[in-house]
């Protein structure tokens, strides 16, 4: 039973006319009263500046925070691959009900119809915005968008900025952003943290800030409070995240009642450099993308994975009929681009078998060869080259795979000192992206009033798995094209609000118990940093919550995660002062946190007795090892309620597909 | 293969704004090659929280060469002796048993020392906040596709927008000019149709908004290309400046 906290608000009416209809009703502010109404926004990554940027130029009164020196640092940034959209150019089958059949099914049906819907019916006009604005996407000769394939779909739906889409669409965001802070309707403030969001009589009406350059707590007014503030996949400290990125500001938020949606629900990504040793700090992605030409093996014979293992023989020494294209022969329809989860969980069955190929025994083949040759055959008969020498196609094909990937090629002999046109890349499976987050509604309101949530940051449209080049998607409609009509059916009833005195015992409240946390973590003076801690959580959380999980580990999880938190305030060690420019407090608060959402993931994780998309029980699977869901008892979100002491109640949302007929996913 | 060194680190410290700063020198044992320099950073950061000693501040977030906020000189180069990598893409492969490193933060008047290596480059933000942008509001958009721009124009328009901000090229150029920062700002949007129309106006008012500021003039010495992690062309230079004339001419 979907229970009374948990009104998601989809409108009635058609698939089709849910979001049109709503838009043509909703009520409206009049643009004089816009300006008397503040809207904090925190984060400035893809969620949060094109909302920033679309808010303000609407003429609301707009507050921006980031942890960074600069918005533009946001961790979208990083974003290689593409963006999603339903625009069709290709010619090739695609429509709005196509990208939201496949975003629902890869989402392993666990994802709202209306928000996933709707999200595919804005895609279109992403694109558009953003090419106005003067990003760069990728063009044919002819002067059109080009487009690639992402995994999880059988069309050509993805725009891109060579590997390096994510920045070109948040510089997009972000110049429209400086665009309203020169206007001065946008004020930035950048290093700065929000530790606490503010509500009185149960509706949010500020948070608290740490500036991080001088140390000092502020308060901040708003009549509402978008947080956009990234994933938590940190959580598991390495991961493909940004150092920084936290679930600070969702977990206080979560702590005043703001339920956390889903929090198991995480993503690995399967094609990521493999750990180089003790001293790794991050993971970093070699984007899906590369799955278009690129092909994945492990050999065939133990002794061959074995030789590779004591490096005593080179990948190009294995003889072709000696690989296993182990997608290829599991998923004939879908391939190399079968999606995320399901490719990882691949990759992990054959490593665990004994197949992996370096000298941890945890990485597999991500070959390029057999396309260098084949796109070196196309650019020959262009050419007009006749009988061409191997080499010549090579050398040919290799410009090709450049044009495409040069900088994730860069990257990847940066970082392993090996050059991947020669041999095939090694890749393993990291931590990516986090589904879960906090519960919202159609208009993306949290169960406070007046507290937002965008992004990766919310729980809404991906269900237990998301589809490549997704995110992006998702972050910019929330942002360009939701929260501004979503908003003003909320702000419509608070033009009446005065701005509440920074002086009112809810903020002083707010910024004391902030201040008396940092205290604690100063007055531990144990022996310990940060670090340590952090990277011990995240072994349990990867070799316990992470790519497969069963439920004595989760139940073990758990405990050790409650004893290593005792441990940690009880022998943390952090340096300096807290009115200064202090990283070892900063992170100190955010491992804090991850330790109490931590717990609540393996929770989750224990909670839901089936497999679904990111979730493998190991317990729930087919013969053949896939996943086996239960719709009959866990077709529903599960939105957790904090209580005090790190206790937590579930909320069920019901899942109810009226226009999809659910069924197994497969892409055999 | 991997292989271990041994090192002296002479790194500028300097508690805050006003403190005056000096070099320390650390002593690095056992650092493996395949290290980033930024994980050493960490390892020596561990070992000062140990011994109880403020660690070393420095800005970094995503560590793979793209957010722009890992910035530090190191041996006398803007994010060290490779070309076209920042300084979290340097790995400890680059360097040979027994060197001696010396980091220093960016250096230039208007980018202040915060703490040891972290500066303020919110001088950038600002002059972005002048013009650097297309003015659209959301929602205003036609169909994306009926605006066709050139395979070439689409590629150099992207080659000019990698840049990532970091501040390389101010720190590299002795008058601590900016002009490869905006001229790669300028440069992106001039090469697009959608540009155009603010064209001339955007020039002015960010170049305006860099001289304002404090950023040195162009001298034309290509330090700051040369040291560009995304090798931003000093071409774009030449594009600014010509558009800068023609703009003040009509
Ligand atoms: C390496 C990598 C590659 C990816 N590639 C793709 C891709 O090709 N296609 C795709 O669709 N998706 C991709 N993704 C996923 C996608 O990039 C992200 O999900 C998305 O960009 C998140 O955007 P966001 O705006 O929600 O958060 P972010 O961009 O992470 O922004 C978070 C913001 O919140 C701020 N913040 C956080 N905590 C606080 C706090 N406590 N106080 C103040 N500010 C705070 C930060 O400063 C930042 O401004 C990729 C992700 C990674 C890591
Ligand atoms: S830390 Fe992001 S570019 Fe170096």
């Given at each position: ?20 209809k ?13 300006r ?11 969620a ?19 942890y ?29 009900y196509?990208l ?24 279109s ?14 063009r ?26 994510g ?25 700065h943290?929000?530790l ?117 023989i ?43 190929v ?19 055959t ?28 040069g ?25 990516h ?6 519960w ?18 919310n729980?809404?449209d ?28 909320y ?64 139940k073990?999880?758990?405990v ?22 202090n ?27 089936e ?5 493998f029980?190991e ?25 005090e ?24 | ?31 493996s ?18 011994d ?41 492969r ?41 003015s ?79 950023f ?23 594009r ?11």
């Amino acid at each position: 039973m979907t229970t009374s906290k948990l009104d998601s608000k989809i409108p009635e009416g058609s698939l089709e006319q849910k979001w049109s209809k709503y838009r043509s009703t909703v009520p409206l502010v009049n643009p004089s009263n816009k300006r008397s109404l503040e809207i904090l926004i925190v984060g400035s990554g893809l969620a949060g500046a094109s909302a920033a940027a679309s808010l303000s130029e609407l003429g609301y009164k707009v507050k921006v925070f980031c942890y960074q020196d600069s918005a533009r640092r946001a961790h979208s940034i990083a974003a290689q691959g593409g963006i999603n959209a339903a625009k069709n150019y290709q010619n090739d089958g695609d429509s709005t009900y196509r990208l939201f059949y496949d975003t629902i099914k890869g989402g392993d049906y666990r994802a709202r119809e209306g928000n996933v819907y709707r999200l595919a019916e804005v895609s279109s006009s992403i694109i558009d915005q953003c090419v106005a604005q003067g990003v760069p996407f990728a063009r044919e000769y002819g002067g059109l968008l080009s487009n690639r394939s992402f995994g999880g779909t059988q069309v050509q739906r993805t725009f891109y900025a060579a590997g390096q889409t994510g920045q070109q669409l948040l510089l997009g965001a972000y110049s429209s952003l400086q665009r309203q802070v020169g206007s001065g309707n946008v004020k930035m403030y950048a290093r700065h943290e929000m530790l606490d969001v503010v509500n009185i009589d149960g509706v949010c009406r500020g948070i608290i800030a740490r500036d991080l350059t001088t140390g000092k707590l502020e308060r901040h007014f708003g009549h509402a409070v978008l947080l956009c503030t990234g994933g938590y996949g940190n959580a598991f400290y390495l991961s493909t995240n940004a150092m920084g990125c936290n679930a600070t500001a969702i977990w206080k938020a979560h702590k005043k009642g703001a339920l956390f949606g889903n929090p198991c629900f995480t993503q690995i990504h399967p094609t990521c450099i493999p750990v180089s040793g003790d001293h790794q700090s991050k993971l970093t992605l070699m984007s899906e993308s590369l799955r278009n030409d690129g092909r994945i093996w492990v050999p065939k014979k133990h002794e061959d994975a074995k030789a590779l293992q004591e490096n005593r023989i080179k990948p190009n020494d294995i003889k072709e009929e000696d690989r296993d294209y182990y997608l290829e022969r599991r998923y004939p329809a879908f391939g190399n681009l079968v999606p995320r989860d399901v490719a990882s969980r691949a990759a992990k069955e054959r490593c665990d078998a004994g197949f992996g190929v370096n000298k941890t025994g945890e990485a597999v083949f991500l070959d390029f060869a057999f396309n260098t040759i084949r796109y070196g055959t196309i650019e020959a008969n262009k050419k007009g080259i006749h009988n061409p020498t191997e080499a010549q196609l090579i050398e040919l094909g290799r410009g090709v795979i450049k044009e495409k990937y040069g900088n994730l090629f860069d990257m990847y002999q940066q970082i392993t000192g090996v050059n991947p046109y020669e041999q095939p890349m090694m890749i393993y499976p990291a931590v990516h992206y986090t589904m879960g987050g906090l519960w919202v509604d159609y208009n993306l309101m949290t169960s406070v009033s007046g507290l937002y949530c965008l992004g990766e940051a919310n729980f809404s449209d991906h269900g237990a798995n998301r589809l490549g080049a997704s995110a992006l998607m998702q972050g910019l409609a929330d942002g360009y094209f939701v929260i501004p009509y979503t908003i003003g059916a909320y702000l419509s009833k608070e033009i009446g609000t005065k701005p509440i005195s920074l002086d009112h015992p809810a903020f002083v409240e707010a910024e004391n118990a902030v201040k008396s946390n940092i205290d604690k973590l100063f007055a531990i003076k144990g022996t310990h940093s940060v670090d340590y801690f952090h990277k011990k959580l995240g072994l349990i959380m990867w070799n316990k919550c992470g790519m497969a999980r069963n439920a004595t580990h989760l139940k073990e999880a758990i405990v050790e995660i409650q004893e290593l938190r005792k441990q940690f305030w009880s022998d943390l060690r952090v340096t300096g002062t807290a009115d200064e420019f202090n990283a070892e407090l900063e992170k100190a608060g955010r491992v804090a946190d991850f330790f109490e959402l931590g717990e609540l993931m393996c929770m989750d994780a224990l909670n839901r007795q089936e497999s679904c998309g990111g979730h493998f029980r190991e317990e729930y699977q087919t013969e053949e090892g896939e996943a086996m869901r239960d719709d009959e008892n866990y077709k529903y979100v599960a939105a957790w309620e904090y209580f005090e002491g790190n206790k937590w109640e579930m909320h069920k949302e019901d899942l109810i597909y009226d226009n999809i007929k659910i069924a197994a996913r497969s892409y055999k | 293969m991997e292989k271990h060194l041994n090192l002296t680190l002479k790194i500028w410290r300097q508690k805050n704004a006003k403190a005056k700063g000096n070099f320390e020198a650390y002593k690095m044992t056992g650092i493996s090659t395949d290290m980033s320099f930024l994980e050493m950073f960490d390892v020596l950061n561990e070992r000062l929280v140990n011994d109880n000693i403020d660690p070393i501040a420095f800005d970094h977030d995503c560590r793979e060469g793209i957010c722009g906020a890992c910035s530090m000189v190191i041996n006398g180069r803007p994010h060290g002796p490779k070309n076209a990598i920042t300084t979290c893409q340097l790995h400890m492969r680059s360097f040979n048993d027994g060197d001696t490193i010396t980091v220093e933060p960016w250096r230039a008047s208007p980018f202040p020392i915060i703490k040891d290596l972290v500066v303020d480059r919110s001088s950038f933000d600002r002059i972005m906040a002048a013009g650097g942008f297309v003015s659209t509001n959301t929602g205003s958009a036609q169909d994306a596709n009926c605006t066709l721009i050139s395979k070439e124009a689409a590629d150099e328009s992207l080659a000019a927008a990698a840049c990532i901000g970091c501040g390389a090229c101010v720190a590299a150029c002795k008058n601590a000019s900016a002009m490869l920062f905006v001229s790669a700002k300028v440069s992106q949007f001039a090469l697009l149709p959608q540009g155009q129309p603010e064209r001339k106006k955007r020039v002015l008012e960010m170049v305006a908004q860099m001289d304002t500021e404090g950023f040195g003039a162009c001298t034309n010495t290509g330090a700051c290309s040369a040291e560009c992690p995304k090798e931003i062309s000093l071409t774009h230079i030449a594009r600014m400046n010509r558009d800068y004339l023609m703009a003040e001419l009509c």
